[in-house]
């Protein structure tokens, strides 16, 4: 049996990247596009810096299975469009049945996080606390502070993303905002729309199918 090798990985909380890393991606303002609500704010910022990176993510996959464990480090820009603080797409894993840990290293952020149903749960994080996000639960992160939000995540490596399912929803539930007066507050998302009872089964369904 040839076992895999131990890997060390330092973090640069300072630059926000995992080093001894084997996957790098960048997205940029432009890559954003239509995820945001105020669309003059946002072609205000695509006017400035369309091409700048909003968000960046380094990890190490050590294979493809359930039981390898894909990690890395995300770090986000601060900043807002309009009144809406700066977030990831956000995706459900493809393969539904899958967790992931998310660790905050500097910075304030919210993990949102909707269920296949439509249930909303929120949680802010601060710089040293761990959020689970369960198995099913669509989760996006979303920069609330004044400066680069970073955080190490883990997950299994055949997990994979469908980025898909906030597109066909007309987004995610609620937007996080700027609630006038340092903080945030979630607005309702008007263009959202519910999941049908076979789009959430086909969700639980595809899990088993790829189990
Ligand atoms: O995949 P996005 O929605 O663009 O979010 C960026 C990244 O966020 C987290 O760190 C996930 O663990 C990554 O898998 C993801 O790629
Ligand atoms: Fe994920």
């Known amino acids: 049996m040839i076992f895999t090798e131990p890997r060390l990985c330092d ?20 890559d954003l596009t239509g995820l945001y609500a ?30 390898d464990i894909i990690m890395g480090v995300t770090r986000m820009e601060p900043g807002k469009v309009g009144r809406e603080y700066f977030l990831t797409r ?20 919210v993990m949102q996080m909707e269920s296949p149903e439509g249930e909303v749960r929120l949680v802010e994080m601060g710089p040293q606390q761990v959020c689970y996000v369960p198995p099913y639960w669509i989760h996006r992160s979303v920069n609330i502070g004044d400066d680069d939000l970073v955080m190490f995540f883990a997950y299994p490596a055949d997990s994979g993303q469908d980025y898909g399912i906030i597109e066909r929803s007309g987004g995610m539930r609620v937007r996080i905002m700027d609630d006038g007066r340092g903080g945030w507050v979630a607005e309702d998302n008007p263009a959202w729309r519910n999941r049908t009872p076979d789009e959430v089964a086909s969700i639980l369904n595809r899990a088993e199918a790829m189990a």
Do not use: C, W
Request: charged share 20%; no cysteine; hydrophobic share 30%.
């Open 90 to 109: 956000g995706h459900i894993h493809a393969n539904g049945d899958r967790p992931e840990v998310y660790h905050t290293l500097s910075g304030r952020g």
């Open 38 to 67: 105020d669309s003059e704010a946002f072609d205000a910022i695509l006017a400035q810096k369309a091409d700048a990176i909003a968000y960046e993510v380094t990890s190490y996959t050590p294979g493809a299975k359930t039981s």
């Open 11 to 30: 973090i640069s909380v300072a630059t926000g990247m995992l080093q001894n890393a084997d996957g790098h991606y960048r997205k940029s303002y432009r």
